[in-house]
């Protein structure tokens, strides 16, 4: 009997050398005339194993890692297709506690199925949320979304349900499903992983957003630099059509949706989804007014839902095992999961997918096991360049919008990025400004001049020049594009400057913190 042996094709995982892995272990096979076959999975999101490959014996996965090519005749050595000892062995993947912890609904097949597999998705709870969905009417798989409590993954928070019934409200001959996957938030890769990871489960959230709307076209934005979750995501969109799940009708019944994938056009502000609608019309990437909204005037002028790809990736999870079990995840009216993502100067980074409620300290002391350098931590930025930087006392705060709101911070994605001790937070406050001076659509100008004009403001405080006036400019600029922008790149700049300057207020003042350190 083959054995199976699974080796990630995600981007992560070969940007640290699975490809080379998979063929090493593929030849060694052959020569040793062993009957395996090498099967191509997602990644688990345990980054720091990666390469990390699994062997599946006697229906359990055992995972070595992080595996070289130069390990491959060891481990075949050590009788690893049996479960051998080796110094990579890791025990069953399941049982290994960063895994173990987690509650994973959205990524539940992530790293498990064969990505392209319509076999392998059906046998791991695939379209069992479609089918239930196609024997609704549309209102009530709105009223369905309503009830899970499920709120946009992809920034603001917006309640997903109530989104579908603007749009299912809205009277129109023709609207549109989009799946926003620009993911330009730094630290990010939870899209990315799902497209190269679990395809159809978007397919599948996408075609029941479309039955809820009577859509009867759906757009998929990728980002350019995603090369790999593109082609993948391309190849799942033409196997769903040619198995006719989607296409002309969606599994049969007289309801046509049609999927394509749009790569975008590598910036920022892309990913805002009224910029990100004029690029997909082949129009430069420029905020909107609003109203009105894209639910209302969207995509060609038609009613729209735009989501993020794991807001609709979490759709299937939800029809599949009722609104009542996504509901009874989370705390206060944060419900159900959120795929955390874990990065920056952090020893064990990865993919973390719990309910809401889990306090950053957890995610970096138990998950993280603190910074890749093993110095102190000094900072975390949560939620996007445009988060807010938390210092020591406040990683108790749970995630949760409201909790994380009242810190004047945000959740965002679910991007939790984390500095050490040698991170100059003034530094990173111009670089905030500097983001948004490079990013800006231009369109209005507290963002476009301000960011400039925060450039410079900030180099003169880190040059201690006439501090103490510019700390008041500094603040009223930062009010004036809170107050003053048009959309939340340059509302929301302010955010990451205004909490370096409370959290870490020792790093703005130059001369005092060259004393400080000239005394140590
Ligand atoms: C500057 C800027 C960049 C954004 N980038 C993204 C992005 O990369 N991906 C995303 O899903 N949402 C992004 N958003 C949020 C979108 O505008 C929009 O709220 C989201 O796609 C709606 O989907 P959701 O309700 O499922 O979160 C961005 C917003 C702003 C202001
Ligand atoms: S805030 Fe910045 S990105 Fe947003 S509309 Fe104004 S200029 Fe454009």
Known sequence: MTIKIFVPIDAAALSVGAERVAQAIGHE????????????????????????????????????GPVGTQDVPGLFDAGFLTGGAHPLALGPTEEIDYLKRQERLTFARCGIIDPLSLDDYRAHGGWAGLQKALALAPADIVEHMVQSGLRGRGGAGFPTGIKWRTVANAPSDQKYVVCNADEGDSGTFADRMLMEGDPFSLIEGMAIAALAVEASQGYVYIRSEYPHAFRTFAQAIEIATKAGIIGDRIMGKAHAFHLEARLGAGAYICGEETSLLESLEGKRGLIRFK???????????????????????T????????????RDFGMGRSRGTLPIQLAGNIRQGGLIERAFGITLRELIEDYGQGTATGRPFRAVQVGGPLGAYFPESLLDTPLDYEAFAAVKGMVGHGGVVVFDDTAD???????????????????????????????????????DEERAKNLVLLDDLCQLMLDGSLCALGGLTPYPVLSALQHFPE????PAASAARAAE
């Open 291 to 313: 109203p009105p909204l894209p639910a209302i005037e969207g995509l060609f002028g038609k009613p729209t839902i735009v989501n993020n790809l794991v807001s609709l990736a």
């Open 425 to 463: 937070l003034a530094e990173q406050a111009r670089f905030a400004m500097e983001f948004c001076a490079i990013e800006s659509c231009g369109k209005c100008t507290p963002c476009r001049i301000g960011s400039t004009r925060g450039v410079e403001v900030i180099t003169r405080i880190i040059n």
């Open 315 to 326: 759709v299937p999870v939800i029809f599949e095992k009722g609104w009542e079990h996504y």
């Open 507 to 510: 790093d703005f003042d130059r």
């Open 29 to 64: 096979s052959r020569r040793r005339k062993l009957d395996v076959t090498v099967i191509r999975n997602g990644s688990r999101g345990l980054f720091w194993l990666e390469p990390l490959v699994e062997v599946e014996k006697d229906g359990v996965r055992l995972a070595y």
